[in-house]
């Protein structure tokens, strides 16, 4: 099955720096990507995806890349703020195996102002 | 529009008992999801429902945990009896359909076995 690795576990930056996390898939069906933004004692809340069809997508401080052949994506946080500290969940999503999603263990961003 | 809705929120059990949770889709989303959160882990899925059949519960523990989704619409996931590792947060999720289709998570249920 789907293998999700995700990195850092934990990442702290100073605000208005940038923030990157990666995530690799070992399933090469995998064909979508979201990233999910989960607060303390919060539903996680899809804030960005990509589909495979695509490299790169942006969505105003928020990015994400997807290197299909290396099996690997990443979330792009430009101009930190403290209100961007949360955990950050990303997922691969295979349509070819019942849509089954696997997700990583997260990303525990602090933003420190 | 109406969120994914889950409950209860709350549940404290001691183990070897029961306990069941119950989810309500977005209305019109043919994919209902159950998923269990450890404390300090990303969601894991338990079971995926298409409609109200069951496309993948390959990781769900059958010996003690079940689900249903009778109508296609609303779904309860049961576990019996728990154990001390089954506390959790207990997240459903749903989507137009499968694969490539954002997922809308509900709150969740915490459940914490004593």
């Known amino acids: 099955g789907e293998n999700v690795e995700q990195h850092p576990s934990t990442l702290s930056v100073q605000e208005g720096d940038s923030a990157v996390i990666k995530c690799t898939y070992s399933d090469s069906a995998s064909n979508y990507f979201p990233w999910y933004k989960q607060e303390l004692g919060k539903r996680p809340q899809l804030i960005i995806d990509?589909?495979?069809?695509?490299g790169e997508k942006k969505d105003q401080r928020i990015a994400v890349t997807l290197n299909k052949t290396a099996k690997h994506f990443s979330l792009h946080i430009t101009e930190t703020q403290p209100e961007d500290s949360a955990v950050y969940f990303c997922?691969?999503?295979?349509?070819?195996?019942?849509?089954?999603?696997?997700f990583g263990d997260g990303t525990t961003l602090t933003v420190k102002p | 529009e109406a969120g994914v809705a889950q409950s209860p929120r709350y549940k404290i059990i001691e183990k070897r008992q029961s306990v069941a949770f119950w989810c309500n889709p977005i209305?019109?989303?043919?994919?209902l999801y159950w998923y269990q959160q450890i404390l300090g882990q990303g969601p894991k899925l338990l079971i995926q429902?298409?409609?109200?059949?069951?496309?993948?519960d390959s990781q769900l523990p059958k010996d003690r945990f079940s689900a249903e989704r009778l109508k296609g619409v609303d779904s309860t996931l049961k576990i019996q009896p728990a154990k001390l590792e089954d506390s959790a947060v207990y997240l459903c999720?749903?989507?137009?359909?499968?694969?490539?289709?954002?997922?809308?998570f509900g709150p969740g249920t915490r459940l914490l076995v004593l």
């Open positions: 990509i589909r495979s069809n695509v």
């Open positions: 209305s019109g989303h043919a994919t």
């Open positions: 429902f298409q409609n109200n059949g069951v496309v993948d």
């Open positions: 999720a749903s989507s137009l359909t499968r694969g490539r289709e954002t997922q809308y």
């Open positions: 997922a691969a999503l295979s349509n070819t195996n019942a849509g089954k999603s696997t």
